[in-house]
């Protein structure tokens, strides 16, 4: 089945500094890969997505890169502020024919971000 | 409304005790999922479901069992459960992720169900 590794687990950075977080899948089938945040004592949230058939989508201070070759993905968070801190799943799955019931969806462990003022 | 209602927020419950997690959703999504989260720890798949039909049992024990009485209600059954069974219980919906559409895979989570189990 897949497994997702996911680096750092903690991550510190200063207000306005960029933050990046990657993740490595297993499966060459996975075609899926959203990111996650969950602040403290909150549900998941999805902040953005990526499919297979698109190496990089920006929304606004945050950016996933994916390279299917090496099954790595990347979230980049620039000009980052106090209220991205959180704690950041990254997740693989592999979209199904249509019709087909909905697959797994596998986390990573997890990114702890702080971002100090 | 882009809502997962999950009740009760929190429960305890003895080993011996039934009880029951609800959760609904109203934005016509057909994949209905149950996932477990440990403190500092990513979401566990439990179960899925799809058009109302179990297709996901991640091996999870019996002492829990789903339920999908329609297309907006998922709840999950607890029997006989152990101390080590305490987590937050997320409900979560999504539209099916389909190669041929654009729609996302979001899933859209409840806020949780705090379970312990003394």
């Known amino acids: 089945g897949e497994n997702v590794e996911q680096h750092p687990s903690t991550l510190s950075v200063q207000e306005g500094d960029s933050a990046v977080i990657k993740c490595t899948y297993s499966?060459?089938?996975?075609?899926?890969f959203p990111w996650y945040k969950q602040e403290l004592g909150k549900r998941p949230q999805l902040i953005i997505d990526?499919?297979?058939?698109?190496g990089e989508k920006k929304d606004q201070r945050i950016a996933v890169t994916l390279n299917k070759t090496a099954k790595h993905f990347s979230l980049h968070i620039t000009e980052t502020q106090p209220e991205d801190s959180a704690v950041y799943f990254c997740a693989a799955s592999k979209a199904m024919n249509y019709g087909g019931s909905q697959g797994n969806l596998i986390f990573g462990k997890g990114t702890k971000l702080s971002v100090k003022p | 409304d882009t809502e997962v209602t999950q009740t009760p927020k929190h429960l305890v419950m003895g080993m011996t005790n039934k009880k029951s997690l609800k959760c609904e959703q109203h934005m016509g999504h057909r994949a209905m999922y149950w996932y477990k989260q440990k403190a500092k720890k990513p979401p566990e798949l439990m179960f899925v479901?799809?058009?109302?039909?179990?297709?996901i049992n991640e091996s999870v024990p019996s002492r829990f069992s789903p339920e999908c009485p329609n297309s907006s209600l998922l709840n999950l059954h607890l029997h006989a459960l152990q101390p080590e069974d305490s987590a937050l219980y997320l409900c979560a919906s999504s539209h099916f992720l389909s190669k041929l559409d654009r729609r996302t895979g979001e899933l859209f989570f409840g806020e949780g169900s705090r379970l312990t189990v003394l």
């Open positions: 499966d060459s089938a996975s075609n899926y």
């Open positions: 990526i499919r297979s058939n698109v």
């Open positions: 479901y799809s058009y109302e039909k179990l297709s």
